[in-house]
């Protein structure tokens, strides 16, 4: 992410990089150290296990591609001051409410984990493993999505570009296609989760999908 946004604005005087990088690092950091004491299985699946779907390799790969560009846009409109220039700046107040709602995507994420010790980065169903309808995925199917397309969405404008923010909101339809994909092979695989989405109708967004 530094080397992202430093090398594309060619400086480090980029106050909304470095705040950005601060709220992930903390979240990071923070959630690391609480589940490698709490949680250290979760850990495992979450950094040590590989996506083998290959449609989930596809999706996941135009999804880095999508948040690597988003960032150095980002910082190259820095640079050039493009959003300065063609369209306006963006205000330092929706700035600061934009990380407010990545440290809130952050807190959802966290949330998710602890709700769900299965909580994988790969798409797969366990032995004995339960449908949890608690916490947040009482509100939607796939919360830990939810999270990301708040993240998504709001990153280019704490980073005060509104140039790099059409090529962030892309994730949030290869996020469904994740969804889709994913619902496929729980409602075949899991015991119970089709009975779930009976009970809870929205996938990724309250009253809308």
């Not at 990380?99 to 769900?116: D, E, P, Q, S």
Request: aromatic share 12%; net charge positive.
């Amino acid at each position: 992410m530094a080397a992202a946004l430093f090398g594309s604005a060619g400086s480090v005087r980029f106050w909304q990089a470095w705040t950005f990088l601060a709220v992930n690092l903390t979240a990071a950091i923070c959630a690391c150290a609480y589940f490698h004491r709490r949680n250290p299985a979760l850990l495992e699946r979450r950094l040590l296990k590989k996506e083998t779907l290959i449609a989930q390799k596809f999706i996941m790969l135009i999804w880095r591609l999508l948040a690597g560009s988003s960032l150095v846009l980002a910082g190259y409109d820095h640079r050039i001051q493009w959003s300065r220039t063609v369209l306006k700046p963006v205000p330092v107040g929706l700035e600061l409410l934009s990380l407010l709602f990545i440290a809130g995507g952050h807190v959802l994420f966290f949330r998710v984990l602890k709700a769900n010790s299965f909580a994988a980065s790969v798409i797969q169903v366990e032995a004995s493993q339960p449908v949890v309808t608690s916490g947040p995925y009482g509100l939607v199917r796939h919360p830990m999505y939810l999270g990301f397309a708040i993240m998504t969405v709001f990153t280019p404008l704490a980073l005060g570009s509104f140039i790099a923010l059409p090529v962030s909101m892309l994730i949030v339809p290869i996020l469904a296609l994740r969804v889709l994909n994913e619902e496929k092979m729980l409602r075949r695989d899991l015991p119970g989760y089709v009975e779930y989405c009976r009970h809870t109708r929205w996938r990724l967004i309250p009253r809308v999908w």
